[in-house]
């Protein structure tokens, strides 16, 4: 479903982040973690086609994302791929139901208002549909949230540090709702985090991979003179 082979990149005058090769055991999510700067929103840039492959393969579900051009990337990404990211970002001027229209929308397809029925009654958002953003509570806003990365889908579901100011609560609750979802949806987790309650919360489960991506820099990576080679690595966790 998801693996990646020499991939690496390179920032224009920046440090070079090479990712060690590794593929997803089948019917298992992925949690992607590692420190502060180690390469975890990169990678998930490069998983949602918003950074282009420069070097190595990325292959999702059996599609090298390094082979496609830019208007094929385009239409992968938006046939393929959920995202959940880090500050949810809601349309303020629009409706809950009106936000879960424009996955479609962007796309240059029409809505699909009973998709979107069926994931409002999944995520217990219904009676939302016609509030706007600040007139929902934090784990609202995360269903709502939820609910329009599903709106196509998507065979990979990606969440960017999704307990990023979040209370204890409202992180436990936004772990099992991604995993319900995606279990329900038949799509593949990718969660990337490096915080220890998320850490130690899928840690448990069994159905959920590890990669730990790890700065590799002798003199410290603050340190480093701009442009110097930095290598960073992966390992593959055992479940
Ligand atoms: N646009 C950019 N230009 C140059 N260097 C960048 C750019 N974006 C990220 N980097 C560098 O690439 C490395 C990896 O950054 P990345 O954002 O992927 O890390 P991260 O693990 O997601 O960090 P965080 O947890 O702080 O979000 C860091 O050394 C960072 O400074």
Redesign the pocket.
């Known amino acids: 479903m998801l693996s990646w082979g020499g991939l690496r990149h390179r920032?224009?005058?920046?440090?070079e982040?090479e990712y060690r090769d590794f593929a997803l055991p089948a019917g298992r999510h992925l949690l992607l973690r590692?420190?502060?700067?180690?390469?975890?929103?990169?990678?998930l840039a490069l998983l949602s086609g918003l950074l282009r492959v420069q070097r190595g393969e990325l292959n999702v579900a059996g599609t090298d994302l390094a082979a496609l051009s830019p208007r094929a990337l385009d239409a992968w990404r938006g046939a393929n791929l959920g995202v959940v990211p880090q500050r949810l970002h809601l349309s303020e001027a629009l409706t809950v139901a009106e936000n879960l229209a424009l996955p479609a929308l962007a796309a240059g397809q029409g809505a699909d208002p009973a998709r979107a029925a069926e994931l409002m009654a999944a995520l217990d958002i219904v009676e939302l549909a016609h509030r706007r953003p600040h007139q929902l509570s934090v784990g609202q806003a995360q269903r709502v949230a939820l609910a329009r990365a599903l709106m196509r889908r998507p065979r990979l579901l990606l969440a960017d540090?999704p307990s990023a100011s979040l209370d204890d609560e409202h992180t436990l609750h936004m772990l099992a709702l991604l995993l319900d979802a995606a279990e329900r949806e038949g799509c593949t987790l990718v969660i990337?985090s490096?915080d220890g309650r998320v850490i130690e919360a899928l840690g448990a489960r069994e159905d959920v991979a590890e990669v730990v991506?790890r700065?590799e820099s002798p003199a410290g990576?603050s340190a480093m003179p701009t442009g110097s080679r930095?290598t960073y690595w992966s390992d593959e966790g055992t479940t």
């Open positions: 920032y224009a005058g920046g440090a982040i590692g420190a502060s700067g180690s390469g975890k929103s990169t990678l540090e990337a490096h991506l700065g990576r930095t």
